[in-house]
């Protein structure tokens, strides 16, 4: 640590038998409301009771645990000062909020986190008055939370009231509403966006940076070198302090002048990377800038968040905070991603209980399938945002690092920038989740598609997730990209089928093209030396039968070949048919199955106006339904 940077307080890492002590204050907390029974040294002991019970729960269902833990006084503290659920905190992602949910009425049912029936791994607004704003997406919680801020200003008083109010920086009513977001979310356009109207409007607004110099991969971007200066800068930190003691020291008729003293002094002393600002950034913006603090300190917190809390008509407040992931527990602050998602695990050794697979993942299928082709093509760019492990991008980078780029939290960004690489007649891949894709639709549309520029999309975690739930799940992307114009959307149904997905991709130039692949492992099959590529808009019939036809779209091929068994044992011939592509669709195929089968059963893994409603549309475009199909 240098002289310049901020003091961290580190705590004992827990021990086996620090484990097995009971939690006797936590306990004692059903709601929030119950921590106001607390001094200040009982509430650094839940916190650490917290701290333990997060461990506990996450070691037995598995989950998000590194964020958890980087949180838990800054959590503690927050519902022991504030009064939620009166007073609004949003969690930003959502995937830290572990202590939240046992301190919030939900501690008996910690251990079903992200089972079935059991709670979400993030927060959901049908599971708790106290989760004011589901979120699992990033960088929602600003905007989230100055709509909350609005909607209470306008609804606390009469329209000239509240006119008055919003142009004044009043709240017009006495509850407070608390953002909490990560300084890899806060990397988002969207979050920018936010502050921007948040610092105009003037309304009153908490906004805590959770700041640990660590998102899921690294932090990445100018944004986390802007914060590190900021960090580092021990003038302007003794410039604040120093002001903030002689302040003190003043008469109240002078505490405004020495107020305007601080500010002046601050601009003076103030150089970070070698350039004076006028203030930090987030001050510019029109928000009151407090830090960077210790996120770990209890009665740092806890001081701070009073005194904002009991200081009417003050604006927007950003709060800086420094914590570390993975805090407190010795195997998450030495793993390289602070045991970030974990599988069940051995809270003793941090030892996580992975079923050891016998075929590799989808994604690493395709991360490999893609560095063989880069090896031919020096043209082909690979593209995440900030799933670089996730999407198999580190493999691709490792062996081309002048070739791959995480441009962080930002797939708007992500989408475009390829389309300017596509531009100039480069072979971008943008390897990013289904789920996540939507996030940059716009672009897809209009800076790809409708400019029909060759971008390859990724689509990794299509389909079903499992334990991630709802907002992980690619649920929408044959549907949402199928209705765009010149964009080939394919589907592989195998590890196989997958490598020579990417090869087709690689070799397709002609607009944009898409392919989807599941989280999970592959089937073993042996893998060709290369991939193939396909004839775009051709499937494939698997076996063939004269009485139910089963035409697939992706991964549940293996489900078809199972289910044909079951089908064939009660006296039916079935066929079955990989359909490959969904745009376009191989219409011969599909005439073909609906004229020889009195059945036919599309399956995929996507919603209403998928894959189905293609081929529906296709048969009665045909007259294909007036028959006895």
Request: hydrophobic residues 40%.
């Amino acid at each position: 640590m240098t002289s310049a940077e901020p003091k961290i307080v580190t705590q004992n890492t827990p021990k086996a038998e620090k484990q097995a002590e009971t939690t006797p204050l936590l306990d004692r907390v059903n709601t929030p409301g119950d921590l106001k029974q607390f001094n200040d040294d009982e509430l650094r002991q839940v916190a650490d009771e917290l701290r333990t019970a997060t461990i506990n729960a996450v070691s037995k269902t598995g989950g998000h645990l590194g964020a958890g833990l980087g949180v838990v006084e800054l959590t503690t503290a927050i519902h022991a000062v504030f009064d939620t659920p009166q007073d609004k905190l949003i969690w930003d992602v959502g995937h830290q909020c572990y202590p939240h949910k046992i301190l919030t009425g939900r501690k008996d049912r910690i251990e079903t986190l992200r089972q079935g029936g059991g709670l979400s791994g993030f927060t959901k607004r049908s599971e708790s008055e106290y989760d004011p704003f589901g979120a699992a997406h990033s960088s929602t919680s600003i905007s989230a939370g100055l709509g909350m801020a609005i909607a209470r200003d306008l609804q606390n008083s009469s329209p000239d009231e509240a006119e008055s109010s919003l142009r004044d920086g009043g709240n017009s009513g006495d509850s407070h509403v608390i953002c909490v977001i990560g300084d890899g979310a806060i990397s988002a356009g969207m979050a920018y966006e936010a502050l921007n109207n948040a610092g105009a409007l003037k309304s009153n607004l908490i906004v805590i940076l959770n700041d640990n110099n660590m998102s899921i991969a690294p932090p990445v971007g100018a944004m986390s070198g802007y914060l590190a200066n900021l960090v580092s800068s021990k003038p302007y930190l003794g410039a604040r302090d120093m002001a903030k003691k002689m302040a003190e020291l003043l008469p109240p008729p002078l505490k405004s002048a020495a107020a305007k003293a601080e500010e002046s002094a601050r601009a003076a002393l103030t150089n970070i990377g070698g350039a004076s600002y006028d203030g930090t950034l987030f001050e510019e913006m029109g928000f009151y800038y407090v830090g960077p603090i210790d996120g770990h300190n209890m009665d740092d917190l806890l001081a701070i968040l009073r005194n904002i809390k009991n200081r009417p008509n003050y604006g927007p407040v950003l709060i800086h905070a420094l914590t570390k992931k993975g805090k407190g527990y010795k195997p998450a602050e030495t793993a390289c991603d602070k045991m970030h998602g974990v599988a069940k695990f051995d809270v003793v050794t941090g030892n996580q209980f992975k079923p050891k697979g016998t075929a590799p993942t989808y994604t690493k299928v395709f991360a490999q399938s893609l560095i063989a082709e880069a090896r031919k093509d020096e043209k082909i760019i690979g593209i995440t945002a900030a799933m670089p492990d996730g999407t198999g991008m580190d493999l691709f980078g490792a062996e081309f690092p002048d070739r791959m780029f995480d441009v962080g939290i930002a797939e708007q960004h992500a989408v475009t920038f390829a389309a300017g690489l596509a531009a100039e007649g480069m072979k971008p891949f943008a390897a990013i989740y289904s789920t996540f894709l939507q996030r940059a639709y716009d672009q897809v549309v209009h800076d790809v598609c409708i400019q029909n520029l060759p971008v390859r999309f990724a689509m990794d975690r299509a389909g079903l997730v499992g334990a991630d739930g709802q907002t992980h799940a690619g649920s929408f992307d044959i549907a949402y990209l199928g209705c765009l114009p010149n964009m080939t959307l394919m589907a592989a149904a195998d590890e196989v089928e997958l490598m020579h997905m990417v090869t087709t991709a690689a070799a397709y130039d002609d607009g944009p093209i898409a392919f989807r692949y599941p989280r999970g492992e592959g089937l073993g099959l042996e893998m060709p030396e290369a991939g193939t590529v396909l004839e775009i808009g051709k499937g494939r019939v698997i076996q063939e039968g004269n009485d139910i036809a089963l035409l697939s779209y992706g991964t549940r091929l293996n489900e078809c070949q199972k289910a044909a068994l079951v089908l064939e044992e009660r006296g039916h011939s079935v066929t079955i048919a990989d359909a490959r592509f969904a745009k376009p669709l191989d219409e011969d195929l599909v005439r073909t199955l609906a004229t020889n089968h009195h059945t036919l059963i599309t399956i995929e893994e996507g919603s209403i106006g998928g894959f189905g409603s293609y081929v529906l549309e296709c048969l009665n475009r045909n007259g294909l339904m007036d028959g006895n199909l």
